[in-house]
């Protein structure tokens, strides 16, 4: 039985009540509401409340959207930002603390801390990939440091839109958090507005649109991005671990996750047991026929359909394969002998294909990865601990994994964010309450010593005396 996804139309807010919409937030702001901690606690015990009270809706409206897997969607979707809600509320306190910091001998008596002050008003701006992860981790950064904030979920993935659009006014504070629901018109209207932070997430051409806009208003930004993560498989590796982890990564959400390994680079001698074991591991995991089982998703829509069919062409099917429009299925398909040049290779995949490309050694991999642009993931399955210092060392992309897909991206005690084309900044845990907060340096000097070196009249002794401190 095919899993039903269905297309709704996209929900909208009306453009002409959007610069009312962010008035109302920053009046709310500026009334200083936001600040206290008991208020900051107080929104994301309430956000908590909102998934634990709706979870099951919230994940029946990611099954209409995406035919998520109900485990991915609890995991990824919901359990992600309660554990986010969680650290913050254990260490929020201590992150707000002022930070006291040492005064250079010359400059005392004095004192020097650094301030955390919240930015503003803050524009979230989510893809639908992940659609409660992604609008809500970085909103519990911004609320944590104490910011009003305005959502735009995206318009994709409309189901899940509508009921966060009826959600959020529900639990949220209105005064100080708004949802704005719609696509394009409504977001060039949300970018025409002032906001002191924006933090976009999604493909790389609408984040060009996002920071010229955000440079009209010298608005900082936050630019999560995409782009081709590639995993690079050495000689000495144990293939049996490293088809499972592959896997993994690459066929939750049916491959539509950010830093889903996009192509593997195997060594060539390991290239047929891997094809092999990843062929096992699939058909363990999906039996003979993906389509029936409610633990392999469906593609977003039809564009994307149609767009990762066409891919297929790109290469020799050793697995899947199989396309079906009527529900926007992609069967988990491995593909080997690709060209460097095909399309596959040039663009993310965001689906469920994985092409398999052989070389000769790490170097050649190393080569590869740095001939295209800085990748949001990396990741290497190795048990030589020199090939894993080559690839940290000779590459640059967002964050790396060591025989491991995924996994940085769960460890709240790393940033997680992009590099080069793949975005900047970043954020998850204290790295996204300092995304959102201004560290303030704030001096105070005593007011009994008062040293006149500094002022008027600048003798020529003093010039002597200041060279000294050469
Ligand atoms: P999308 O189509 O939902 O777009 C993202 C947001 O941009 C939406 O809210 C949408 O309304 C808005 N938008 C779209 N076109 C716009 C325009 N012309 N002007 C202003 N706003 C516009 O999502 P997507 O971009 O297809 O998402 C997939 C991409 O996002 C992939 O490249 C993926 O790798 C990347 N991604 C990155 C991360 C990360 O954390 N770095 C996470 C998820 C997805």
Redesign the pocket.
Known sequence: MPIAVESAPAPRTDPAAIPECVRRVRHGFESGKTRPIAWRLGQLERLRALLVENGDALVETLREDLGKPVLEAWAADIVGVAAEIKGFRKKLRRWMRPERVATPLEQRPARARIVREPLGVVLI??????PLQ?LFTPMVAAIGAGNGAVL?????TAHTSALLAKLVPEYLDPDCIALVE???AE??AL?AERFDHIF?????S?GR??MEAAARHLTPVTL????KSPCIVDRDVDVAVAARRIAWGKFLNAGQ???APDYVLVHREREAELVETLKQTLDAWYGEAPRENPDFGRIVNDRHHQRLAALLKDGEVVVGGECDASDRYVAPTLLRNVRFDSALMRE?I?GPILPILTVRDVDEAIDVVNRGPKP?ALYVFSRDPGVEDAVVSRTSS?GVCVNATLWHLANPNLP???VGA??MGAYHGRHGFETFSHRKPVVRRSTRFDPRFAYPPYSRFKVWLLKRML
Do not use: Q
Request: aromatic share 12%.
């Open positions: 701006i989510a893809p639908w990939n992940y992604l735009k979920p995206s318009e994709v719609g696509g394009v977001t060039t970018l976009y997430t999604g493909n790389g609408v649109i996002v999560e991005l995409g782009g996750t950010c830093i993310e965001f949001l967002g997680f964010g992009g793949s975005g």
